[in-house]
């Protein structure tokens, strides 16, 4: 696991660089949160994080997060966020142990978490994830070319006037790439999308989850609010993580 100085060392850099990405677009550092993306890690290292100054963590496996999270119960205010496929079986661990689930990538799981959560008496904050790459291995609403943008957005639309899901944004992954261009067309596509909600008449959906360790700084230039990073925190994760 990694030291504590060499922590706090990836933290300034991290926060330097996001600084720097934030003034070339003349935004607000403010404005961006980082989720310390803590998969592959053990509970110790969460709480390392914990203690130089993270509040908010990313896992993608319910079942993982869970066990961290009975282990963690004194962080009290520690912000879990779930950033992976939920399979519709899980749906029901997600609603009440995470503050944002980054994830609900299709109808069907929108759906499920909105019953549960209406049945559990609360409303459960999410983002909704999109596929802007077209890449096949990545979930999310379709909206490569070649998809009805009409048909896309009333998809999308339905889920964000569902009662007891709060939709407050749209997340994204972008390819694994070197290629900035492409990179830009992702993270741009997913701010357009969400111009297009909001003036089909969405709420505000303010955040956009775009961002990990290989391309955050091309994200915040984009607009991302939220940006996910796991490995410029923390090193390189324990085999098997992904
Ligand atoms: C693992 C993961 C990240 C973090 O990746 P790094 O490259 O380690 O920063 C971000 N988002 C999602 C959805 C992930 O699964």
Not at 113 to 129: I, K, W, Y
């Amino acid at each position: 696991m990694i030291a504590e100085s060499d922590l706090k060392a990836n933290m300034d850099a991290v926060r330097s660089r996001i600084e720097a990405a934030a003034r070339r677009a003349q935004r607000s550092p403010g404005a961006i949160r980082i989720v310390a993306v803590t998969k592959g890690h053990p509970p110790e290292l969460v709480r390392l994080a914990y203690r130089a100054g993270l509040r908010d963590f990313g896992e993608n496996r319910v079942d993982e997060a869970r066990a961290k999270q009975a282990q963690l119960t004194d962080l009290t205010d520690a912000r879990w966020h779930m950033i992976g496929h939920v399979q519709s079986r899980k749906a029901r661990d997600v609603v009440g142990p995470f503050a944002l689930v980054h994830s609900v990538d299709r109808p069907k799981i929108a759906l499920s978490l909105a019953r549960l959560a209406h049945e559990s008496g609360l409303c459960l904050p999410v983002l909704l994830e999109c596929n802007i790459s077209g890449e096949v291995s990545k979930d999310g609403w379709d909206v490569a070319s070649g998809t009805d943008r009409t048909d896309l957005l009333a998809s999308l639309l339905a889920v964000t006037r569902l009662p007891s899901l709060e939709v407050r944004g749209l997340m994204t992954m972008a390819p694994w790439t070197g290629d900035v261009m492409l990179l830009r067309h992702v993270f741009g596509g997913l701010v357009q999308l969400r111009n297009e909600l909001r003036d089909a008449g969405a709420a505000a959906l303010p955040e956009l989850s775009m961002g990990m360790t290989d391309d955050f700084e091309i994200a915040i230039e984009e607009g991302a609010t939220m940006v996910r990073i796991g490995r410029a925190l923390f090193g390189d994760r324990p085999a098997g993580a992904d």
